[in-house]
């Protein structure tokens, strides 16, 4: 079963920055849109930014201006560059991507979302 495999979260002060990244843990067939979520404690799960494979972008109000969204194609990853963080900015952050993967015979499977275990970004004041 292919996972997608988060990093770069951490503790960062107010008017820091972070770099999240995620990638399949093996090789797929297509990814569609990726995006980023993310999920404060007490909080329903919201989307972040989003990034389609023509690399149209999409942004929660709370991030415009301070998150950028992108992707590398080539390495199959995605990545959310965040500045001027926030204390409002502290949740799990979770990856998304709409994937074909590979079926057990090795032939293309149907488009699915998968998600990331999730990583923590806090943002102290």
């Known amino acids: 079963q292919v996972q997608l495999v988060e990093s770069g979260g951490g503790l960062v002060q107010a008017g820091g920055s972070l770099r999240l990244s995620c990638a399949p843990s093996?090789?797929?067939?297509?990814?569609?849109?990726m995006g980023w979520y993310r999920q404060a404690p007490g909080k329903q799960r919201e989307l972040v930014a989003s990034i389609t494979s023509s690399s149209i972008t999409n942004y929660a109000d709370s991030a415009k201006g301070r998150f950028t969204i992108s992707r590398d194609n080539a390495k199959d990853t995605v990545y959310l560059e965040m500045k001027s963080l926030k204390p409002e900015d502290t949740a799990v952050y979770y990856c998304?991507?709409?994937?074909?993967?590979?079926?057990?015979?090795?032939?293309?499977?149907?488009?699915?979302?998968?998600w990331g275990q999730g990583t923590q970004v806090t943002v102290s004041s």
């Open positions: 998304n991507a709409n994937m074909r993967t590979y079926g057990a015979t090795g032939l293309p499977s149907d488009s699915s979302d998968y």
């Open positions: 093996r090789s797929v067939f297509v990814i569609n849109a």
